[in-house]
């Protein structure tokens, strides 16, 4: 894909028309990345004929009920700005959470969800759905307002783990056209310091306690994308092959304990830096 990222930086234009057509055929996650790419190399202020061409079909989807590629364009750019300013994943994946969560929790993925509509159509799906929603409602719980929750909180998680990949993606593509092993260098060395992972379970708790559930719905991800940078790292340490991150994420997307390991993981490279101990030990 480096000979398209070459193609678009040619000039605005190009850019411009790429970023609008993928969001026109739904492709967001690339239609964000292009976007991301300009502001990574350019800043917001230059890159902003490219976010309105990219933002104005992702409009349109948003009108016909799809929030997520407006969504992902919004948030995948303001992830850039910020990457490109700190130079820090770490900070850049919690000012994502926290942008995530306020989308989340202003109903912004359920301004064309009509929820009695929707508990309607989850009852018709199986008895046994039917069943449960009765005994939430007999329990005092409002069904409804569970719906738009959990709606709410997956497509935001949705949309946070999408503009993750699509700012890997532009990343990616900044360092092959203008700083070759540049990304792999930096992702492979991310890691949360003691301060961040602070910040990030006192933004949890505190969320809990405010009842901003979003936040707990989505707080974990920035922990797992710093547990898939440790894995990354340490492939890359041993000289290990490729299969093995194919095998990785192959597991990493259907399986659960998977998931929780990675967490772990990324929970103790913040205090142990198992990168430098292995790099030592080499």
Avoid: C
């Avoid at 194919?246 to 198992?274: E, H, K, M, R, S």
């Amino acid at each position: 894909m480096l000979a398209l990222a070459r193609w678009l930086m040619r000039g605005m234009p190009y850019a411009a028309a790429g970023a609008a057509l993928a969001n026109v055929v739904w492709l967001f996650w690339l239609g964000a990345a292009i976007a991301a790419l300009v502001t990574l190399r350019k800043g917001f202020a230059p890159a902003l004929p490219v976010f309105v061409a990219a933002a104005v079909p992702a409009g349109w989807w948003w009108v016909q009920g799809d929030a997520i590629p407006l969504a992902s364009l919004l948030l995948t750019t303001l992830m850039a700005v910020v990457l490109r300013a700190r130079v820090r994943w770490s900070e850049t994946l919690l000012v994502a959470m926290l942008a995530t969560a306020a989308m989340v929790q202003l109903g912004l993925f359920n301004l064309l969800v009509d929820p009695n509509v929707l508990i309607e159509q989850m009852r018709q799906s199986s008895a046994e759905v039917d069943g449960m929603l009765t005994s939430l409602t007999e329990l005092g719980y409002d069904p409804a307002a569970l719906a738009v929750m959990i709606v709410g909180g997956v497509t935001g998680l949705m949309v946070l783990l999408s503009s993750t990949l699509s700012l890997a993606l532009a990343r990616g593509w900044q360092a092959g056209l203008y700083n070759p092993g540049g990304f792999r260098e930096e992702f492979h060395a991310f890691r949360f310091t003691p301060r961040e992972l602070l910040v990030l379970v006192v933004l949890n708790v505190v969320g809990l306690l405010l009842g901003a559930q979003s936040l707990a719905m989505i707080g974990w991800v920035p922990l797992l994308v710093a547990g898939i940078a440790l894995v990354h790292g340490y492939i890359g340490l041993k000289g290990m092959s490729g299969l093995w991150l194919v095998a990785f994420y192959a597991l990493l997307v259907t399986t659960w304990p998977t998931i929780l390991i990675v967490l772990l993981l990324g929970f103790v490279d913040t205090f142990a830096n198992i990168r430098a101990r292995l790099s030592r030990s080499n």
